[in-house]
């Protein structure tokens, strides 16, 4: 099993809609938990944190924890082709070890 | 300094030859991370610091991989007898900590290396 899974895609959504990116874990002890955006041929790029239960917003991004479940999720509210990119999800491994995994990310495409 | 600084952006070796790539982490932060990313492909963890010392290894792909960090702060990845295999874009990120809060890594924009 993967330390971190997610469906590579890619998501395909209208201009406008709602683009729902999922994300599971499989360390039950993890701790923190981000979102970066990934366009092509660049770096990295930090969206979200989250480190507790439920929903944190900013802008038109909603992330979303639920550590029973081992399952972390980013919403993206009225989707531009700008938002066009590639969505990594990472994880720190074990509490306090540091080690910061990622997944293989899941590209979204927005038409418009 | 501002960001986290790689150099240099690209790299073109011949096979067998040995490279260091250089990552300067943002002032500060005392967590360092290296990655490797293939054409298309996902980050592969490599290797972190945490100060001066790598807690874990675990990634590195081969004894022909090493890194070291010296004074809190400029990284190093050395690939010795350097394969096509190695061709891939290497990343590096910086963050304030390793632990709970305050683990919000910043990436460099990352040396492309490509070996002939």
């Known amino acids: 099993q993967k330390e971190v899974e997610q469906n590579s895609g890619p998501l395909s959504v209208p201009e406008g809609a709602i683009a729902s990116l999922n994300c599971t874990y499989s360390?039950?002890?993890?701790?923190?938990f981000f979102w970066y955006r990934q366009y092509s041929g660049k770096s990295p790029e930090l969206i979200m944190s989250i480190y507790s239960n439920g929903d944190k917003e900013d802008g038109r991004f909603t992330a979303q924890l639920n550590k029973a479940s081992q399952y972390v999720s980013l919403l993206i509210r009225d989707s531009q082709p700008s938002d066009s990119a590639t969505y990594l999800c990472?994880?720190?491994?074990?509490?306090?070890?540091?080690?910061?995994?990622f997944g293989q990310g899941t590209t979204l495409q927005v038409k418009p | 300094g501002a960001g986290v600084s790689q150099s240099p952006s690209n790299k073109v070796t011949e096979k067998g030859k040995d490279v260091e790539l250089r990552c300067d982490p943002i002032?500060?932060?005392?967590?360092l991370y290296w990655y490797r990313q293939r054409l298309g492909q996902g980050l592969e963890f490599l290797i972190y610091?945490?100060?001066?010392?790598?807690?874990?290894k675990s990634g590195l792909p081969s004894d022909r991989f090493s890194a070291e960090r010296t004074g809190e702060s400029v990284s190093t990845l050395t690939i010795q007898r350097t394969q096509q295999e190695d061709s891939a874009v290497y990343l590096c990120a910086s963050s304030l900590t390793t632990g709970y809060l305050g683990t919000e890594a910043f990436f460099g924009q990352g040396t492309r290396l490509t070996v002939v």
């Open positions: 002032s500060g932060h005392t967590a």
């Open positions: 610091f945490q100060g001066n010392s790598a807690p874990d």
């Open positions: 360390d039950r002890v993890s701790q923190s």
């Open positions: 990472a994880v720190t491994n074990s509490g306090n070890t540091g080690k910061l995994i």
